[in-house]
């Protein structure tokens, strides 16, 4: 178990519709971020926040958006869903200490899947 | 340019047997961390071993090591003594940039290598 918990583990929608996914980061990291893992592309960076600042981005999505909130839990929103958003979702976090062996540690994921 | 590229899609061990995943990298930068990381079936993204680009030894964790030419950009994991649950898909990660407090360190990850332990 790493810490690091998502809900829902599993998400079944329709197109057009919007989803939110939710991530509580390990006790003490201050650095969330977003993955989106799926067959064709592999496993691409999303998005990163920094005690409640959006850091960086990677290849999300317009219809996408995230958030950190003062108890620095992260939540992912989709929205105007897609067949091919159907993936597997991992948030991530690290103490964003700054330090060399700075490491993240993923959440065991939320599998979408849009009919 | 592929900046992670992990060339053997799937591999076979037997089981107690030694097994090599090669990595190798592509950056300019400097400084500069490799992750492996580990999927079984279930999903779940699982944190193996860390080297950093300037770390003077191989970085070692139980029966994982870090096989880390730094000249040849590759950065290969070592299995010893294969088990049965070490079946699962392999990534190679790197983190690009010197630290400088709470910046951007996503990872840039490699296509994975499925390896299957052989009893």
């Known amino acids: 178990d790493s810490g690091v918990t998502q809900t829902p583990k599993h998400l079944i929608t329709a197109t057009g519709q919007r989803v939110t996914l939710r991530c509580s980061p390990r006790?003490?990291?201050?650095?969330v971020y977003w993955y989106q893992q799926s067959l064709d592309q592999g496993l691409q960076f999303l998005i990163q926040y920094y005690n409640g600042e959006e850091r960086a981005k990677g290849n999300i999505l317009e219809r996408f958006s995230a958030q950190q909130f003062p108890d620095l839990h992260s939540e992912l929103n989709l929205s105007s869903l897609e067949l091919g958003d159907s993936a597997l979702y991992f948030c991530a976090s690290s103490p964003g200490t700054g330090l060399s062996t700075d490491t993240q540690y993923f959440g065991p994921g939320t599998r979408l899947t849009v009919l | 340019a592929q900046k992670i590229t992990q060339t053997q899609p799937g591999m076979f061990v037997q089981e107690k047997e030694a097994v090599t995943l090669d990595c190798t990298y592509d950056?300019?930068?400097?400084?500069?961390?490799l992750f492996w990381y580990k999927q079984p079936s279930s999903g779940e993204m699982i944190f193996l071993i860390y080297q950093g680009s300037y770390d003077q030894q191989n970085a070692t964790e139980g029966r994982y090591s870090l096989n880390f030419q730094k000249a040849r950009k590759s950065a290969n994991l070592v299995i010893s003594a294969s088990q049965l649950g070490d079946s699962a898909m392999y990534f190679c990660a790197m983190r690009e940039g010197r630290d400088s407090g709470a910046g951007s360190y996503q990872l840039t990850f490699g296509k994975g290598t499925k390896l299957s332990v052989i009893p």
């Open positions: 006790s003490g990291d201050l650095s």
């Open positions: 950056t300019s930068d400097p400084s500069y961390g």
